[in-house]
């Protein structure tokens, strides 16, 4: 599997400094197969510092639903959850097949888990940037045409709207790292099934080489590294 270093290197990774976190989306184009989630895995294990986390991003997949599946906004999140449910036994029986002393690093998580007081902030400041300036929203809206390009779908520019809150949820994630249990995790394993610009853009608003102001305003803590494995859709 192809993969994309941001703010870091296969070089710097070895040398285990990083706290590795596994981000997983809900109701992706391709399903995730037990072989992909094991590389993901021996990867992570193989370049952590101490312990990994799987990150199931289930609650805020509950913006997709209500647009791809046309649910109310109740159902969405129901739905959302019963997905986080399914995916959370779909990793708990793979590390099964994991050693004693491998299995005490690898640490399940939901969005619930890692949402904090400090996560919020930082939404809160992302969404006000995104009402307030027109290019930002300009490049969050385009993530989220790219996607839905890549489902086949022609959505409203309401809808765009909408489904920008998706980006504005994970953002945090990816420019502040997850905490859990006083443990700070710094470089994330971010899936995709195309290089959307995503992780550039996480990249650039962390070194304030793009909108500047907002890295006073998020009082990110540190730059998290990003390492993109490249999916295929085949």
Known sequence: MNKGYFNTTQKEIEKK?????????????????????????DWALKNTKNDIVILIADEIAKFNYRVFSQYSEGKSLRRALKEGDKYEHFF?????????????????????????????????????????NKEFRKIITSFVKKYAEKRGKKLSEEKFDYLSQYILAELPTLLDGIKYKNEKYNLLVYPTFVHSGMSDFVINVEAGKIFPELKKELNLEKSVAIVEFHLSTK
């Open 17 to 41: 400094n990083y706290h590795i976190f596994i981000g997983i989306s809900l109701g992706v184009l391709k399903p995730l197969t037990k072989e992909m989630a094991k590389e993901y895995i």
């Open 92 to 132: 708990k029986e793979i590390k099964k097949e994991f050693s004693e002393q491998e299995k005490k690093k690898i640490l399940i998580l939901k969005w619930k888990d890692i949402w904090n007081e400090q996560k919020e902030k930082i939404r809160m400041k992302l969404e006000e940037k995104y009402k307030s």
